[in-house]
């Protein structure tokens, strides 16, 4: 399957919408309501990190939920979460690659 299709199944046209995507994602679930998708670098660690966003694993989890809900994707244990959520960077390019769970 090519990136095109890739993005046609996650309801995006580009890396850029979805990493936007999820950045409204996180913010909606972690019920953050200070700071704009916009506002949000997309290449520093948005867990722990030194981004406009202050979350912790608790948010991490709640984030987890909510990309299998809207996207289909399973982070399936901590190990893989961590390493999906270095950045939004690092988060698209695991939701553009991972199998599809279902909803």
């Known amino acids: 399957m090519d990136v ?3 993005f046609k199944e996650l ?4 890396r850029e919408e979805l990493i936007f ?4 994602l ?9 700071v704009k998708p916009q506002d949000v670098p997309t290449d520093v660690p948005f867990i722990g990190g030194p981004g406009p966003l202050i979350l912790d694993s608790l948010d991490a989890m709640e984030i987890a939920m909510e990309i299998r809900y809207v996207f289909g994707v ?5 190990s893989t979460a961590a390493k999906a959520m ?3 960077d690092t988060l698209a390019d695991f ?3 991972a199998p599809k ?3």
Do not use: G, P
């Open 101 to 103: 769970v279902k909803k």
């Open 95 to 97: 939701i553009i690659d």
């Open 11 to 14: 309801r995006v046209s580009s």
């Open 26 to 34: 996180v913010i909606r679930a972690c019920e953050i309501t200070d």
């Open 74 to 78: 399973e982070l399936k244990n901590a």
């Open 4 to 6: 095109n299709e890739k």
């Open 86 to 88: 270095q950045s939004f």
């Open 21 to 24: 995507k999820l950045k409204e």
